[in-house]
Every structure is written in structure tokens, then in C-alpha cells.
């Protein structure tokens, strides 16, 4: 017979629902805050080099980003986030079927404006080494579709969990997808600014 001790079984307990709702919902609030500081360089940046323009270079020639791609890809992002607010308010409603094709009509309109970055990128008559004005503004756009694709792939787990498991499923709950558009709202303001910056100014 051995004399190794044996280890009594331990049965963890899962965490109350609520728990997690509010880690989820403080986990929503840091990222906002850490996506603002990844944009905040560019905001000096840009309004440091303006401020300088060095030799002329903050606008060689007085290039201009063309405005209605900038428009395009904003509405976009904004139609996105109106689309999944709906669909939080009929998933809270009970109304799991409807909220999960609003849910698919935000991803494929979310990923329509990463599609239209890239296609504003192939269309432009200046690159990043023309200038500073340039160089922060493919940056600055590059960085935001980045941001903009890893949230649509945030969103695609939703929207295929809501598909397989329904509403109840971890990840795709009421609470779950009122996080996700809370901070699908603050990346569409953020995409105002942006526009509004690199578009107007």
C-alpha cells in the first residue's frame, strides 16, 4: 500500500453570473481607455508637425486625403455600431432571432469599412513618405482599420455564439453584446474625429 498522501478532490465553483457581467463591463471600459492612448500620439503628431511644417513638408503641394472615402468609411463604422445597438435592445427584449441577424448586418457593414480603407489606400495619389501630413495620415487610418478588424473579430465570436448556443451561451449575452457596443460607439467616435481631423482639417 502506498504512503503518498492523497489529495482530497476539490470542486471549484463556477462565479455567479453577475460577477462576471461586471468584469466584462469593466473590461469594456479599459479598453477604451487603452485604445485612446494608442491614438493619442497621432494626435500630437499631427499637430506638432502642422505647427512646425518644416521646409513646407507638412503639405507638399497641398495634398488633401479625398473626402468621401473618408465619409464612406465613417458611416460605415457608424451604421455598424447603430446595427448592434438594436440588436442589444431585441436581445434584451427576448427576441434572440432578430438580434442575431442585426448582429450579422453590423459584422458584414464593420468589415465594409475595413474593405474601404484598403480600397481608399490603392486610390490615393500620395503615400506615407510624402510628407508629414502623409505620413500621419496612413498611420493613422492604418492603425484605425487594425482596430476596427479585431473588434469585427470580437464580433464574429458573438454572432457565432448566438448562433450556435443562443443568448444564454457565454460571450453572447445580453450583457456581452451591450459591452461590445458600448465600445463599437466609442471606435464610431473616435472614427468621427479621425475624419474630422485628417478629412476637414
Known amino acids: 500500500m502506498s504512503?503518498?498522501?492523497?489529495?482530497?478532490?476539490?470542486?471549484?465553483q463556477p462565479e455567479p453570473p453577475e460577477i462576471q457581467e461586471r468584469n466584462n463591463w469593466v473590461g469594456?471600459?479599459?479598453?477604451?481607455?487603452?485604445?485612446?492612448?494608442?491614438?493619442l500620439p497621432f494626435v500630437f503628431g499631427y499637430l506638432y508637425l502642422a505647427s512646425l511644417n518644416t521646409s513646407g513638408l507638412?503639405?507638399?503641394?497641398d495634398l488633401r486625403a479625398p473626402i468621401g472615402w473618408g465619409i464612406a468609411i465613417m458611416l460605415a463604422v457608424v451604421v455598424s455600431a447603430g446595427l448592434v445597438a438594436w440588436a442589444?435592445?431585441?436581445?434584451?427584449?427576448?427576441?434572440?432571432?432578430?438580434?442575431?441577424?442585426?448582429?450579422?448586418?453590423?459584422?458584414v457593414v464593420g468589415l465594409a469599412a475595413v474593405v474601404l480603407q484598403a480600397i481608399e489606400y490603392a486610390m490615393l495619389d500620395f503615400g506615407p513618405t510624402d510628407g508629414g501630413f502623409a505620413s500621419v495620415f496612413v498611420a493613422w487610418t492604418g492603425l484605425f482599420?487594425?482596430?476596427?478588424?479585431?473588434?469585427?473579430?470580437?464580433?464574429?465570436?458573438i454572432v457565432a455564439s448566438l448562433f450556435r448556443n443562443g443568448s444564454r451561451s457565454p460571450g453572447s449575452t445580453p450583457a456581452n453584446v451591450s459591452d461590445f457596443s458600448f465600445y463599437l460607439w466609442f471606435l464610431a467616435g473616435l472614427g468621427a474625429f479621425t475624419f474630422a481631423f485628417l478629412y476637414l482639417f
Do not use: C, H, N, Y
Open 88 to 107: 442589444r435592445s431585441e436581445l434584451t427584449g427576448g427576441r434572440d432571432a432578430a438580434s442575431r441577424w442585426l448582429l450579422l448586418a453590423g459584422l
Open 58 to 61: 507638412w503639405r507638399p503641394d
Open 145 to 157: 482599420a487594425l482596430v476596427m478588424l479585431l473588434t469585427m473579430i470580437w464580433l464574429e465570436i
Open 3 to 12: 504512503d503518498v498522501p492523497q489529495t482530497p478532490w476539490v470542486e471549484f
Open 28 to 39: 469594456a471600459r479599459l479598453l477604451v481607455s487603452s485604445t485612446l492612448f494608442l491614438f
